[in-house]
């Protein structure tokens, strides 16, 4: 390939993976294969000025701008970290440091999220920043507000700019991407493509039911503030940030080898993402005379850890159906110990994923854990290839053998089956899941195997098993016990409001949110039946999809006799008005603040809001109640001095039991 076609070929490579990553938010290729090609792309093109092209992704180094949210211009560029990744490196640029003058260093984890910049005017939140391309971020105030660890008030009428790490903890990550899955939306890749998605959701309330974190790291312009970062952090931390507890204060180079060291040990146990340590020297007075380069100062570097990469073989590709029929591909792998656990398999997503990484099976691969937790095979081991024929996707369903249809502008396919045995299971499972009807005893395994028995083929079956309770009872693993439970579970779930009946339907497009969205609107079936599609398009936050999806979904007979049946059956399929126009939340705002001994947060916005209510997170004069749970902090001192009416758990309980 001549030189010209390789920069070409380069440039589309990356601007792929920049697509994917910046914009979908699913990563096409590994940050290190990426930075290999951008760094074989910078060096072709230095080589070659005459193929200059101002639309090179070269040109654009240094972060994104969105357009989604206003601009911020800053008056102190966010700089970035030059990067060492051996002992020998991390030394020399000691050493560097040390011929200047002698330093103490503060060692800290370098989170794995994005960063942000905000400003706090007399003690009070004002504004928060991506950092963008470092002098024009965007503004994501209303988002950052809602991390529930950031305070909006600081302990001291400061005036202050700092600066932290957004990221998502583990367990929301997996809890998100568990949410996802059972909408069958695309999975993030990462805690920190999730963290980013969300921090660029336009809707603050996604953000806030997402769960993010952070951890502030710094103060702009510190020495007007204090003389070491030591006493910096000592300094965020008093003001009320959630600063790293374990950032280490070394004294030497030997020491500062040593913690990143234990760091690394560290960070397989932590329930965040980390890619590595950073080392700043310790005093202030010594960042001017260390000096800076054009993108980073001399005075700090960041140390990166090595992911850990296992190789082993794709023994197979296998094919899982979804409950809307969606088919994905997943590398059946000879198993493999990665970061901790052995790993067997790793999801392929669909055709094109597989294409464009020429996957096949009997390819060597190089596998990682995405964000340590998620299997992901990061590229073919090309010269370990034998005469394997390239990857060819499956044209009938696996499950029945219908065949498959992929929608235009859609990566999946479907199978178009509508008796497919793998849907009416998928649909099941997910009728009777917790988010929806809740039929604790209903799971997998149980679903399955009433299926197979012939005794649930449909959703209105499961309201008639009860009929075949002494059957059930000699089924092997039932008996008297737990076939009593499930019955009695089947009953409570009548009880389930409307937007979880509707949700638990599996219709496509209609995920739990847009399912509450539409009941909260049309209040009843009989209602929605009777709407038409630009009635449905017109409703708020209703794309043009989601009004077809459930529109066609209701001009359908065998749909409409099925929920026919199960309003005969007694579920809910309206909102129980009365109860809400007499309760005394109704039509109130409501701010949640604190740990509450029965209910989780999610529980108790819902009984509020079954109640008419409304749950936001800030609390400001239009705040009517407060619930404060057991160590409640700057809300419920800010909702005292506004004259916000203060709920504690008893008085609340007492009142939705009235
Ligand atoms: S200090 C002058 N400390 O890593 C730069 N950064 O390229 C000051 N990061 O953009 C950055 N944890 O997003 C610093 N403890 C930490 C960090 C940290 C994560 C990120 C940050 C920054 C990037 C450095």
Redesign the pocket.
Known sequence: MNVKSKIEQLRQQIHDANHAYHTLDQPLISDYNYDLLLNELIQLEQEHPEFFDATSPTQKIGGYVLDKFEKVTRDVP????SNVFNQEELFKFIERIEEVTSSEYII????????VSIKYEKGLFKQAAT?GNGLVGEDITHNVKTIKSLPLKLSEPITIEV?G?IFMPHKSFLKLNEQRKRNEEPLFANPRNAAAGTIRQLDSQIVADRELDI?V??IVDPQSYTQSHKDALALLKKLGFKV?QHATHTMNKEDVWKTIQKFDQLRKSLPYDTDGA?I?VNAYDKYDMIGYTAK??KW?T?YKFQAEIAETTIQDITFQVGRTGVITPVAELEPVSVSGTTVSRATLHNEDYITIKDIRIGDTVRIHKAGEIIPEVIEVVLSERKNQPPFKMITTCPVCGASLERIDGEADHYCTNDSCEAKHIGQLIHFSSRVAMDIDSLGEKVVETLFEKGYTKTITDIYHLHQYREELKILPGFGDKKVEKLIEAIEQSKKQPFHKVLFGLGIKHIGAKVAKILVNYFKSMDAMLEANIEDIQNIHEIGPEIAQSIFSYLRNEENITHIQKLIELGLQFQVENQVIKEHQFNGKTFVLTGKLESFSRDQASEIIESLGGKVTSSVSKLTDYLLAGSDAGSKLKKAESLGVTILNEATFKDIIHE
């Open positions: 966010m700089m970035s970290l800290e984890l370098k989170i794995d999220g994005l960063a950092r600066r790490e951890f790291y710094a790293n950073v700043k980073s100062p700090a960041a």
